[in-house]
Structures are given as C-alpha cells and as structure tokens.
C-alpha cells in the first residue's frame, strides 16, 4: 500500500512503507529489530541482512540471541526469535554482506531502510543505494559511548555525503575493537532508528529528517540535534539554489537558531 | 589577558572563547578534531571540505562541527 508521507506540510511524497530493509544485526539492528517487532512491524514485511555468524562476545548487548545460537547465522537466529515470539511475522533473511553488486537491488525492493552498519564504507554504499533508488533511510552509528543517527529523505533532506563528502580513511573497525560498543548507547540509537522507520510507515515525517543526532554519553554528556542542509556540489539532488535564498530570506527572523 | 575583549562564537550550541578570527583549520586543530572526519557548519551552511583552507571563524559565528560516528 503506497502511502503519503508529508514533507513539512508543503508538499507530499509518495511512499510506501509496507518493506523495511534492516542492514545488520549487531548493536543497532537487534535492538531497532526487537522495537519494530514489538510495534506491530508483524504486518510489515522485514528484510533482514548480515553476512555474519552470532559469537559469544555479541551476547551482552544483542540481547535477542542466546549461547546456544553462537556459530549460527545472525540472521537465521534472529529470524528464529522473532517468528517464536511473533508467528505470523514476514521476515525475509540474506546472510550475506551489502556490497556494490547487490545493493542496489535489495534497497529498490524496499520503502523504508535501517542502515544498522558496523562500519564508514557501508554506511555511504547505503547512502548511495538509496540515492539513486529515492528509498528513505535512517543512518546510525556507534562507537564507544557515543551513537549518532540522521534520517535522510532523498532529493529533499542532507544525504551522508552532503554531510561528510567520503568515509573517514582510518579504520573505524579498529576503533570499535578500541572503544568498544557500549549497549545502553547502541540500544539507544537503534531504538531511535526503528521509530524513525515507524513514522515513515504511519506517513509521518521522521523526526530526524535533515538534522543529526549525536548522543555522547561520556564526559560531559550531551545529546545534540543539528539541522543540517544539502550542500552544493552533492550529487544526491537535494540542494536547490532557491533553498539557499529562501534560507538566507528567513536567517535575520532566526538568529541563534 | 583580563583586560582584552574576549570574542566568542557559539560551538555546538555553548559559548566558546576565540581571542581573535581564526582558521577554521586552527580551530579544528585546537579542538584535537581530524577534518578527515568531521563535517562542519557555519552559520547553518554545510562548508565544504574543499573550502576548509580558506574558511576564517569570525565572533559571533554559529559553528556546528559534527564527528562521524561509523560503527555499530
């Protein structure tokens, strides 16, 4: 069922959001996985993607497997949960990892997609595969105490590149390894991220919509939500040369903001 | 020094001293932040990473830097 999704009350997009592609299941998709199964994502169809077997060192904070899984496909684990818990649930598994050949193709056969990546390279693939599909997408990250989230809208709303052009060249898997995931954090922004996939499929506007949420919980913790906007020169198509004046039209009304 | 005009810009949304306009390149480095990583706004614009050499932080300016947060 294609439904309207408002766009700020000006105008409307046509999207359907029946077909929700989750893209990994480790510290974000588990816990953004569990909430969409919990909200009734039963009648929505899950499409469930990782390349990787459960290991015991998940078990803390993929809370959804258990001991007996290690060694089993996350995704047939997963599946294996969710169907227990909720029979008459439609999940789709692929225990592969999303890469350049197959991307494309498994993002334009959904509406909604959770990008619940474990690292900088996949996360722009994600970005560009729903450029180029006009697919919806929330973006989350995590790495020690701190979770990011951003929902981009294509053609309309900051995509990834927009916003840090290419992947950081260091290796944010050996990051990880350094700081580790710290679950509450990671369970924060994947929770975050299924209940952006659930206003996209009430066709409602996700909150997070062209603005990034970092939430640091070290040090002196802050959350913080930044609007940000298409740049020029992106090749997502968001950035429209009338914007830009009707940005600078409305700036001396909001100073400060 | 006590006596100088302090001049300051917002940095994510709180106060931050700058004694006088300053390459936002300084700034990234005083803040310990990798421009590999970052993404940076200034009064709400997106800078682009190709423009970081010749951006200048001037008082008052609202400056949003942003770190990529890559794993999961």
Redesign the interface.
Known sequence: MALRLSTGGRSTTEVATERILIVGLGGLGVPALWALARAGAQRKRLTIVDPDPVELSNLARQVIYRSRDAGTPKVDAAARWLVERFPDVNVERHPIALEASNAARLVAAHDFVIDATDNPAAKFLINDACIAARTPFVYGGVVGMTGQAMTVIPGETACIRCVFETPPDDNENQSCREAGIVGPVAGAIGEMQAAEAMRAWRAQRPLLSGKILTYDASGPARVRIAAVSPRPGCGCGAWKPESRDARSRREPQSPGN | MLDSIATSI?L??DPYPLDRDTALTALLERLNM?R????V?I????V??ARYDETMVRAGD?V?I???????
């Open positions: 917002t994510n949304g990798r590999g990583r970052v993404a706004e009064n709400h614009e997106i682009p990473k609202h949003e942003i770190n990529f947060v890559g794993g999961g």
